[in-house]
């Protein structure tokens, strides 16, 4: 933040530098609340309306907390992204917020449950592109190659070179993949923390890993990728296309619970950005609840 002239932020303690707004209150009447989804904002959601006085149901169709940000923390260096997460579930417990995992909320459960309000933060997918040969077999998205449920060859092409598709190249070259980043922009990771920035362009050249930008992807074959720069075009061999082409919200839950509850939406489910924005989001979505 400081280096780009921008108030400090917390992702733990969402009230920093708004101290005098006095935000945090107990609620006149206790409310019936539901918060879909356990990614940061879904957490932040929870705890900051457990805080309020009110009694908080947390659903995630998963088996853990964290959502994406669990998933950011696999790449070198990011690590201690984790303890944030067993941080904000063991506040949960704390408060006595009732956590249901493995249950995928539905308008089924709204109707039987009849919440006063729906918080839903069921953050982004990975995002696909009408590329001709995205549905082929060695096409995988970042996020299941991290978690191992896709296998990546030895010859990787990543499609997207933003913050996403620039820490898996890393953590794919780390393996002793040969990594080449395929990225539209004339530069890449350049939504990625400065100081993180620089240490990731250093990575790149000790892991020789292989950037082309101003590269546009037009078809992912067999064999790789056929792109096009400035007004040559060209196929770069690979193994496996590793998708990191953006995120698309979730937004699926919103329409169904349309006339049931009142539903506010928050994080990457309205669009993607940062977990800084999605704690503030969540934080203001649970004390206003």
């Known amino acids: 933040m400081l280096f780009k002239n921008e108030p400090i932020r917390c992702l733990v303690n969402p009230t920093l530098g708004f101290e005098y707004k006095d935000e945090l209150k107990k609620a006149e009447k206790s ?22 006085g009110h009694d908080v149901t947390l659903y995630e169709k998963t088996d853990r907390f964290g ?19 067993s941080c904000a579930a ?4 704390k ?13 089924e459960l709204c109707d039987r449950e009849k919440p006063d309000k729906v918080i839903v933060a069921t953050g982004a997918a990975h995002s ?8 082929g077999s060695n096409v995988v998205t970042a996020t299941d190659v991290l978690w191992g449920r896709a296998f990546a060859g030895q010859k990787v092409v990543v499609a997207g070179g933003g913050m996403i598709g620039s820490e898996k190249a890393t953590y794919l070259a780390s393996l002793g993949k040969q990594v080449t980043i395929v990225e539209m922009l004339p530069a890449v990771a350049s939504d990625e923390e400065f100081t ?19 590269t546009k992807i037009t078809r992912i074959t067999d064999t790789g990728v056929q792109v ?56 203001l979505a649970g004390v206003g609840a």
């Not at 770069?236 to 919103?254: C, H, R, Y």
């Open 90 to 93: 063991k506040q949960l417990e």
């Open 228 to 283: 096009e720069t400035g007004p040559d075009t060209m196929e770069i061999e690979g193994d496996t296309v590793v998708l990191a082409l953006g995120m698309t919200p979730e937004k699926g839950l919103v329409e169904e619970l349309k006339g049931k509850a009142e539903v506010v939406v928050v994080g990457d489910a309205v669009e993607a950005r940062n977990a800084l924005e999605a704690t503030r989001e969540g934080f």
């Open 196 to 214: 993180r920035r620089v240490l990731m362009m250093k990575m790149f050249e000790e892991q020789r890993v292989n950037v082309m930008t101003n």
């Open 95 to 107: 408060l006595g917020v009732d956590i249901r995992m493995n249950t995928e909320y539905t308008a």
């Open 67 to 85: 959502g994406q940000f669990t998933t950011a923390a696999i790449p070198p260096v990011k690590g201690d992204l984790a303890a944030y997460v």
């Open 128 to 135: 696909r592109p009408s590329i001709p040969g995205i549905d």
């Open 31 to 52: 409310k019936k609340v539901t918060v879909v989804g356990a990614g940061p904002a879904g957490l932040e959601a929870a705890r900051a309306a457990a805080l309020a």
